[in-house]
C-alpha cells in the first residue's frame, strides 16, 4: 500500500490506471468465451438463455454499482485524513451493505424472475433453460454486490494491481470451469452457471484477503463504529447521490437506443456497432478516473488544496492524452472494426456515415469522465446529481429540436450535447470544491 502523502506523481497515476485498463480488457473476454462455449452445443436456445440471464442478472446486480464509487470516495477521504480505524470501518460497512442486498434477492428471486420474463419475454425453451441458469447464479448474488465495496476499497487505497489479480483469477477461472464443465461434462447452460458462481465466491475470498490491512486491528469489528448513525448516513446518502445520477445517464444512453430504434433497423444496427467504441472509450478512460477518486479523495481528507489540484490536473492530463489516442484510433480503424462486427453491407455502410461521431465522443466526453472521477473522490455527489439533471433535461430538449431536423445525425449530435453539459456542469462547480478545501 502506498503511503497517502507520498507526492502525486505521473508515475503515481499511471501506477494506479494502468492496472484498472488491465482489468477491464479481461471483461469481455468472459462474455465472448460464455458465448462460445454454449454455442458448441448446436442449439440456439442455450446462447439465448445464457445472454438473457447474464443481462436480467447485470442489470440487478447494476443497481449497487454506486456501492463500488461511494466506497473508493468515503476511503480514500479517510485514509486521507489518516483515520486507519475509519478505513476498516468502511469496508465492513460496504461488504456487509453488499452481502445483506444479495441475501434479499436469493429471498426474493421468484419474484424477481417473474418480473425480469414479464419485460423480457422469450420463447418457452429460452425461459426454462434461462431460469435453471438464473437459480444457481443468484446464490452468487451476496459475494458479487460485496466485491463492489472490496474494489472500491483497493482503489481508495491505491492498490489497482489487486483489482487486476482479482479480475484476472475470476474470469480466468470462470472461463477453465466454463470450458470443463460445458466441453468437457456435458452439463450445459448449468455449467456455465456453476462456472461462475465458484468464480464469484471465490472471488470476494481473494478480494478480501487482498484487504486484509483492514483486518489487521480490531478496527474492522469496532460496532459502535461501524454501526454509527452518522456515518451511515453519509454513507446512504453519497450511495443515493451516485444512484440517481447513474439511473439518469443510464436512461440518457436507453433513450438514445430507443429514438434510434425508430429510425429504421439499418440506423439502429449501426448505431448498437458505433456504441461499441463508447463502451471501449469508458473501459479505457476509467483508469485514469479511478486515479482522480483515489488521489482527489485523499487530498480532501488531507485537506491539501494543492495536493487535489495537482490530482485533478495531473490525472486530466493522461485522460486528455488517452481520449486522443482512442479518437484517432477509432478515425483510422473504425471501417475495418465495423466490418468486423457486421456483415450486413446496408449496416457497414451506414456504420461509416455515422463514424466521425464516434470518433469525436472520446474528446468530447473526456471532460465529464474526469469530472466524475474527482467528484466522487471528493464525495461531492450531491452536485454531480443536479449537474446531471441539468445535463440530462437539456439533452432531451436536443433530441426534440435535432432528431426531427437531422435524423441519426441529429441523435448522435443531441448525444454529444448530453456529455458537453456534463462536463461543463461539473466544471463550473469546480472552483467552489478547491475553495472548500484548506490550503
Known amino acids: 500500500m502506498s503511503d497517502p502523502r507520498a507526492p502525486i506523481t505521473h508515475r503515481r497515476v499511471l501506477s494506479i490506471a494502468v492496472p484498472i485498463v488491465l482489468s477491464n480488457a479481461t471483461v469481455p473476454i468472459l462474455g465472448a468465451v460464455d458465448t462460445g462455449v454454449v454455442g458448441q452445443m448446436g442449439q440456439a436456445a442455450p446462447i439465448g438463455a445464457v445472454g438473457i440471464g447474464a443481462v436480467i442478472l447485470a442489470t440487478i446486480y447494476w443497481i449497487f454499482g454506486f456501492l463500488r464509487m461511494g466506497t473508493t470516495g468515503l476511503a480514500a477521504q479517510a485514509r486521507g485524513a489518516g483515520d486507519s480505524a475509519e478505513t476498516g470501518a468502511l469496508l465492513m460497512r460496504g461488504v456487509m451493505l453488499g452481502g445483506a442486498a444479495g441475501l434479499v434477492f436469493i429471498l426474493a428471486q421468484a419474484a424477481i424472475f417473474w418480473g425480469a420474463f414479464g419485460l423480457a419475454p422469450a420463447s418457452a425453451e429460452v425461459e426454462s433453460l434461462a431460469r435453471q441458469y438464473l437459480s444457481i447464479r443468484i446464490w452468487g448474488a451476496p459475494a458479487t454486490i460485496a466485491l463492489y465495496a472490496v474494489t472500491g476499497w483497493l482503489i481508495a487505497v491505491e492498490r489497482t494491481r489487486g483489482v487486476f489479480v482479482l479480475q484476472l483469477w475470476m474470469n480466468g477461472l470462470n472461463i477453465v470451469l466454463d470450458l470443463w464443465f460445458v466441453l468437457g461434462l456435458g452439463w450445459g447452460v448449468e455449467g456455465v452457471a456453476i462456472a461462475t458462481l465458484i468464480a464469484e465466491w471465490t472471488g470476494i475470498a481473494l478480494g478480501l484477503w487482498l484487504c486484509r490491512e483492514a483486518f489487521a486491528g480490531d478496527q474492522w469489528r469496532d460496532w459502535a463504529r461501524v454501526f454509527d448513525p452518522v456515518r451511515l448516513r453519509r454513507m446512504m446518502q453519497v450511495n443515493a447521490d451516485i444512484m440517481v445520477r447513474s439511473v439518469l445517464l443510464t436512461g440518457s444512453f436507453t433513450t438514445f437506443l430507443f429514438v434510434g430504434a425508430d429510425l429504421g433497423d439499418v440506423t439502429l444496427a449501426a448505431n448498437q456497432v458505433l456504441l461499441q467504441f463508447l463502451e471501449i472509450t469508458a473501459f479505457a478512460l476509467d483508469g485514469f478516473a479511478f486515479s482522480a477518486e483515489a488521489l482527489v479523495g485523499g487530498a480532501v481528507g488531507a485537506k491539501s488544496r494543492q495536493d487535489l489540484r495537482r490530482s485533478a490536473i495531473i490525472a486530466s492530463q493522461w485522460g486528455v492524452a488517452g481520449s486522443v489516442l482512442l479518437a484517432l484510433f477509432f478515425w483510422l480503424a473504425g471501417p475495418s472494426l465495423i466490418d468486423l462486427m457486421a456483415t450486413s453491407p446496408e ?91 484548506s490550503a
Open 347 to 437: 449496416v457497414r455502410a451506414a456504420g461509416r456515415e455515422y463514424l466521425w461521431w464516434a470518433a469525436l465522443a472520446p474528446v468530447i466526453g473526456v471532460a465529464s469522465w474526469m469530472f466524475d472521477g474527482i467528484y466522487i473522490g471528493a464525495t461531492w455527489t450531491r452536485e454531480m446529481r443536479n449537474a446531471m439533471l441539468v445535463s440530462v433535461a437539456v439533452y432531451v430538449a436536443a433530441l426534440l429540436a435535432l432528431v426531427p431536423l437531422l435524423g441519426n445525425h441529429g441523435l448522435w449530435a443531441a448525444l454529444m450535447v448530453l456529455n458537453i453539459m456534463r462536463g461543463v456542469t461539473l466544471g463550473l462547480r469546480y472552483p467552489r470544491l478547491e475553495a472548500q478545501v
